[in-house]
């Protein structure tokens, strides 16, 4: 079954970086377009990045834009999230999935942004 296990948040100070990673299994990783969601306390799920199944397209919300940047490795099967300049309100629990075929969720990575 689709597996999808995000690993690399942590505590870290404003202005300072992380990369999260995600690997997957159980699907052909490859065909699919993959995305980062961010649950920020008391708020809904959102979609904060996208990338095409080739890799070749981005899309970001107005949130991350400049800041942010989605990568992926279909050798293996693995998409990454490098965030720089973090503020706070990226706090949040960071998943991953696919936005075209939602699978179910991993339990994601905490990010807490706070000096």
């Known amino acids: 079954q689709v597996q999808l296990v995000e690993s690399g948040g942590g505590l870290v100070q404003p202005g300072g970086s992380l990369r999260l990673s995600c690997a997957a299994s159980g699907f052909t990783f490859s065909i699919y377009g993959m995305g980062w969601y961010r649950q920020a306390p008391g708020k809904q799920r959102e979609l904060v990045a996208a990338i095409s199944s080739s890799g070749g397209s981005t899309n970001y919300a107005d949130s991350v834009k400049g800041r942010f940047t989605i990568s992926r490795d279909n050798a293996k099967n693995t998409v990454y999230l490098q965030m720089n300049s973090l503020k706070p309100e990226d706090t949040g629990i960071y998943y991953c999935?696919?936005?075209?075929?939602?699978?179910?969720w991993g339990q994601g990575t905490q990010v807490t942004v706070s000096s």
């Open positions: 999935n696919r936005p075209t075929a939602v699978a179910n």
